[in-house]
T-cell receptor
Framework: DADVTQTPRNRITKTGKRIMLECSQTKGHDRMYWYRQDPGLGLRLIYYSFDVKDINKGEISDGYSVSRQAQAKFSLSLESAIPNQTALYFC????????????FGEGSRLTVL | SQQGEEDPQALSIQEGENATMNCSYKTSINNLQWYRQNSGRGLVHLILIRSNEREKHSGRLRVTLDTSKKSSSLLITASRAADTASYFCATVLGTYKYIFGTGTRLKVLA
């Protein structure tokens, strides 16, 4: 089984719908991140969490919310999806070592029509 | 604006040749990391070089860092078809801010 698991892997939805992307990890890491990848723009940070009670906005948090249900689970929600949120979304984790390597899930491809 | 920018955007080489890709950045960093992404998959960490290091090796990978020029290069020696992927540099500011470049698409022809 993968260390960082994202569900769903693919989702097509309509404008205005609420969408939740889920991430769970078995690495025992405290730090979890949500990134968005768009062609030509690299990865951009949406939200990050250092532990269950510490959640922070990244550079592009507008239109998104997150929930850290447990150390191992970090969910990303789009309350009212819009077409320009069509992208590939990645969850990542890192351990407490500052600025260490990131461990990524396989991604969730979201299409908003 | 992007902190890290890779060059070239795309690279096509024959199997057995070396592949070099470069990353430039703008501000002081904690460390710089390189990741590989196979098409439509998650990113996989390749190597980390700290700001006080100049060169690092891992298998067929060689990374250099020039903090005076704010640039890094990734060399893959004796490329294989399986090396076909996109490669991203990530500059790390402080303890949590990872800024990714737009990537270099490498194609290794068998």
């Amino acid at each position: 089984d993968a260390d960082v698991t994202q569900t769903p892997r693919n989702r097509i939805t309509k404008t205005g719908k609420r969408i939740m992307l889920e991430c769970s990890q078995t690495k025992g890491h405290d730090r979890m991140y949500w990134y968005r990848q768009d062609p030509g723009l690299g990865l951009r940070l949406i939200y990050y969490s250092f532990d269950v009670k510490d959640i922070n906005k990244g550079e592009i948090s507008d239109g998104y919310s997150v929930s850290r249900q447990a150390q191992a689970k970090f969910s990303l929600s789009l309350e009212s999806a819009i077409p320009n949120q069509t992208a590939l979304y990645f969850c990542a984790t890192s351990d407490l070592l500052p600025a260490g390597e990131l461990f990524f899930g396989e991604g969730s491809r979201l299409t908003v029509l | 604006s992007q902190q890290g920018e890779e060059d070239p955007q795309a690279l096509s080489i024959q199997e057995g040749e070396n592949a070099t890709m470069n990353c430039s950045y703008k501000t002081s960093i904690n460390n710089l990391q390189w990741y590989r992404q196979n098409s439509g998959r998650g990113l996989v960490h390749l190597i980390l070089i700290r700001s006080n290091e100049r060169e690092k090796h891992s298998g067929r990978l060689r990374v250099t860092l020039d903090t005076s020029k704010k640039s890094s290069s990734l060399l893959i020696t004796a490329s294989r078809a399986a090396d076909t992927a996109s490669y991203f540099c990530a500059t790390v500011l402080g303890t949590y801010k990872y800024i990714f470049g737009t990537g270099t698409r490498l194609k290794v022809l068998a």
